[in-house]
T-cell receptor, first 113, second 111 residues
Framework: DVKVTQSSRYLVKRTGEKVFLECVQD?????MFWYRQDPGLGLRLIYF???????EKGDIPEGYSVSREKKERFSLILESASTNQTSMYLC????????????FGPGTRLTVT | DAKTTQPNSMESNEEEPVHLPCNHSTISGTDYIHWYRQLPSQGPEYVIH???SNVNNRMASLAIAEDRKSSTLILHRATLRDAAVYYC????????????FGEGTQLTVNP
């Protein structure tokens, strides 16, 4: 069974804290993505990565950074969390062989107080 | 980027067919039509995709209009587990292609 896992289902952080969201896939996929999902706005792409140590900005990268040191792991970093970053964060991955099928993790509900 | 338009919500009865429409009048020749769905408290999952011809798989069928300006996702016999938000997305089939999710259609299945 293919699997994308995220480090936490629920997370509560304070304004100004540095936050790490971890995503791991066990399918040897080349491509990984971070989205956030908000009511009325749908899913929006934050960052993506085509390969280890490579990253590309998505539609809303401001306030976020990413790290991909190993193929299976893609981390989303909030350098200084703010209340407007309260959201559901979803990680996904695809392979180059089957690029149209993104596999999503269960999501992390982040609340910044 | 070409956009899609879907109804906000639809209702169906269990074991009846469901036709979920999607309009994409500005679709380009290289855009594939993808459908994903998101069950409650889960991440989205791939359902089906196509370019020009109708497509079938174990989950659903995809009917694409001849001019490609609209498509319909068909669930042949809806079950309660099919209650979800269904997203119609246009995407170029290249490695690592980005998906732009709209608001989708909330499907309610009545027992």
């Amino acid at each position: 069974d293919v699997k994308v896992t995220q480090s936490s289902r629920y997370l509560v952080k304070r304004t100004g804290e540095k936050v790490f969201l971890e995503c791991v896939q066990d399918m040897d996929h080349e491509n990984m993505f971070w989205y956030r999902q908000d009511p009325g706005l749908g899913l929006r792409l934050i960052y993506f990565s085509y390969d280890v140590k490579m990253k590309e900005k998505g539609d809303i990268p401001e306030g976020y950074s990413v790290s991909r040191e190993k193929k299976e792991r893609f981390s989303l970093i909030l350098e200084s969390a703010s209340t407007n970053q309260t959201s559901m964060y979803l990680c996904a991955s695809t392979s180059d062989r089957v690029p149209y099928e993104q596999y999503f993790g269960p999501g992390t509900r982040l609340t910044v107080t | 980027d070409a956009k899609t338009t879907q109804p906000n919500s639809m209702e169906s009865n269990e074991e009846e067919p469901v036709h979920l429409p999607c309009n994409h009048s500005t679709i380009s020749g290289t855009d594939y039509i993808h459908w994903y769905r998101q069950l409650p408290s889960q991440g989205p999952e791939y359902v089906i995709h196509g370019l020009t011809s109708n497509v079938n798989n174990r989950m659903a069928s995809l009917a694409i209009a001849e001019d490609r300006k609209s498509s319909t996702l068909i669930l042949h016999r809806a079950t309660l587990r099919d209650a979800a938000v269904y997203y119609c997305i246009l995407c170029k089939e290249t490695s690592g292609s980005r998906l732009t999710f709209g608001e989708g259609t909330q499907l309610t299945v009545n027992p």
